[in-house]
């Protein structure tokens, strides 16, 4: 799949085991601090069994209104195409770039967290807040979040956790080529339409059952 210029990331949370080897991926290529997560996997409905039926079968439990049971979704930035973060940032600091990529530039941060506000999937991070500062609007410090491993991608190599995951939970590549490879697995997005819509925009549409 393609990898750089035009790519998304995107879960395929089916296939997620919650093993943690994006974590440690992501930490180890780029030496991220502990107190610093680029990549996080939420469990959602932790212990519960799925409807009968629909055992490892989350997406379609929900387009079928049943429970999902226990489900494991990696959070990261998807480098949006309509990414409400850009758009709710008041100094530019977050930019859709001409590649694809949402992008920070870390000296134009005033750390107000609005990004944090704006985003549906959690991607904005403030380590800083941790020691207090974001009781005051504006102190939150520097906002860091994955940055899609960008020059790897650049040369040709997928994102750090992509590699390394073990189950091919997470994608990489155009959205058509996202599509295409949860439709041979037989899998659905998880997202509703409208997360579906900041993540892909136009090509949303691609997803579509």
């Known amino acids: 799949m393609t990898t750089g210029e035009g790519?998304?990331?995107f879960p395929d949370v089916e296939a997620c085991i919650d093993?943690?080897?994006c974590v440690v991926a992501c930490k180890r290529t780029w030496d991220v601090g502990p107190d610093r997560e680029r990549i996080d996997i939420v469990n959602m409905l932790e212990g519960q069994e799925a409807d009968e039926g629909y055992n490892s079968q989350q997406t379609a439990a929900l387009d079928d209104g049943a429970s999902p049971g226990e489900t494991n979704l990696p959070m990261q930035?998807?480098?949006?195409?309509?990414?409400?973060?850009v758009s709710v940032c008041p100094t530019n600091a977050l930019q859709k770039s001409d590649d694809g990529f949402v992008?920070?530039?870390?000296?134009?941060?005033?750390?107000?967290?609005y990004c944090l506000s704006?985003?549906?999937f959690g991607a904005p991070q403030f380590p800083e807040s941790d020691e207090g500062a974001?009781?005051?609007?504006?102190?939150?410090g520097t906002m860091d979040k994955c940055t899609g491993c960008k020059e790897r991608q650049m040369a040709g190599k997928g994102p750090a956790c992509v590699d390394e995951c073990a189950t091919n939970a997470l994608?990489?590549?155009t959205p058509g080529e996202i599509a295409d490879e949860l439709d041979k697995r037989d899998r659905g997005t998880f997202f509703n339409d409208e997360a579906m819509q900041v993540?892909?925009?136009?090509?949303?549409?691609?997803?579509?059952?």
């Open 118 to 120: 704006g985003c549906p």
């Open 7 to 9: 790519m998304r990331l």
């Open 134 to 140: 974001a009781q005051i609007v504006g102190t939150g």
């Open 199 to 209: 993540i892909f925009g136009d090509d949303a549409h691609l997803f579509e059952s």
């Open 103 to 113: 992008d920070l530039q870390e000296d134009l941060c005033v750390g107000c967290q």
């Open 171 to 173: 994608l990489v590549g």
């Open 19 to 21: 093993c943690g080897g």
């Open 77 to 85: 930035c998807y480098h949006c195409a309509e990414a409400p973060c």
